[in-house]
């Protein structure tokens, strides 16, 4: 497991400064969102967005191949298909 371990002080209202190196290695800056995890005995913390990205690719996993999805080919017959549909793009 990689590593880095730094000292954060919680302050009155709960509020901690991450460190730089933490800040990197999630790659998030001022304004972005984090997720908290408690998993037994720490907390894991994630980039919002990445973690959103990961759960919504968990979702769909095996959802092409459910669909009878399974080459380039297919996906471009399917969005061909939906564009010469009413509506389509």
Known sequence: MNAIIEGA??????????????????GVGTGDRLVLMW???RVVMMNAALFTMR????SL???AAQAG???E???AELVSG??????GA
């Open 82 to 87: 939906l564009r010469t549909q009413p509506g």
């Open 69 to 71: 999805i399974a080459s």
């Open 73 to 75: 080919d297919d996906v």
């Open 9 to 26: 002080k919680v302050m009155a209202k709960g509020q901690i400064t991450l460190p730089k190196d933490i800040r990197e290695k999630l």
């Open 39 to 41: 998993d037994g005995e």
């Open 61 to 63: 996993e095996g959802a």
């Open 55 to 58: 759960a919504l690719q968990g």
